[in-house]
Each structure stands twice: as structure tokens, then as C-alpha cells.
């Protein structure tokens, strides 16, 4: 089994990545990459891998859904209460990973993390299906349940207690990662892929681009 696992392999001859291409800032780089992800017909092209760590540094890592990205940062929303959650409210720092296979690409970006304004977090929860709104209330998510019974419970209590409307649940909300590094992986035949490395430097706001090794 291990040598059929390691014999898995696949050239990647679909593009390129030079820095004389490449946008000025790393959101303008990732707005462009996106969009051709996008164009691509991705399967949920907006799911990213997000790692936290606790402050002694033991890591978790779990995918979740991209919402939004704009100069600020890219956002996406759980759980406070979650393993995520807890993880962020003690160490604010995280890691995001998109791997697009269909392009032989992927980014990695790491930064620090905000809690989006209360206001925020209501306009999306509000723009949610009715079953995820409920959902957000009915799943102590990350807690040790005796059974899937439990949930389906508390959809019961809540979509009766909350036939007038639904309201954000205060343990539920938004974040938002602001990228302090953020690197554009292309896949490059003989694994000697192009890797590009923007860095935000302190002060000014500007970012450096530099070339990785593969």
C-alpha cells in the first residue's frame, strides 16, 4: 500500500507565475487568480483550509468557506464557542490555504484575526437560508454529543421559539484574516514550481515580492 501511495505522482505543465506579471499587492494578485478560478467552474472555489494554534502552539487545522476578501482581508464566519473559536480568542493569529487543482495552484496567506462589528456578522447571518440561520442556534458546535437526536431536537425548539424572525445568535459571527504574508504557489513541471512571496511591510503598507524556491 505505501509504495502504490508513493508512487501517486503528477506533472504540472499548465502555467506560470513570473514576477514581471504579477500585481502590485497581494490582494490585487489574489483578485485575479480568483476570478480565473472562478471562470474554472471550481467546485466550492471559495473553500480554504484554515489553521489555528493554541498559544503554546498546538495546531488545528479544518476547511471552511471564504465569504468576502478586499484590502482589508478575507472573511469568513462560525462558531465563537467552536475549537476554531476558542483557538482565535486566544491566540489571534491563523493560516489559510486554497488549493485549486484544476489550475495547479494554490495560495497560502497567514496573518492576524479580527472579529468583524456586530453589524457585520447580522447582515450576513440575515442573508443565510432559514436552515442555516437555525442551524447557527440548534449545533453546540465542537461539543461531545450523546446523539444526532439532539440536533434535530433543537431545530425543533428553535424554529418554533423563532417563528417571527431569527436573530443572530451572540456566539455566532465573523471574522476577518489580515494578511501580513501571502504566497502564490504555481505548479511547475519536475517539481520546480514558481512560488511568489508578498510580504506587508511594516509602516507604509506596501508589500515586497520576492521568489521562493520550490
Known sequence: MNEQIAALRKDYRLKTLNEEDVA?????????????AVTSEIDE??????????????????????????????TFFTNYNSVKGKMLEANAKAALVFFWKELE?????????????SEESDTY?????????????ASPQSAVIPSRHVLEENVEQYVAQFKEGIP???????????PLKVEFWQGRSN????RILYTLQPGNNTWKVERLAP
Open 45 to 74: 472555489v471559495n473553500a480554504m483550509t484554515l489553521a489555528t494554534a493554541t498559544p503554546n502552539g498546538i495546531p488545528s487545522a479544518r476547511i471552511v468557506l471564504l465569504k468576502s476578501f478586499d484590502e482589508t482581508g478575507f
Open 168 to 178: 443572530r445568535p451572540p456566539h455566532w459571527g465573523g471574522y476577518i484574516v489580515k
Open 125 to 137: 447571518f440575515n442573508s443565510r437560508p432559514v436552515g442555516s440561520r437555525i442551524g447557527a442556534w
Open 105 to 117: 495552484r494554490q495560495v497560502r496567506i497567514e496573518g492576524d484575526v479580527v472579529k468583524l462589528s
Open 24 to 36: 502590485t499587492t497581494a490582494i490585487q494578485q489574489f483578485g485575479r487568480w480568483w476570478t480565473e
Open 191 to 194: 517539481r520546480l514550481h514558481d
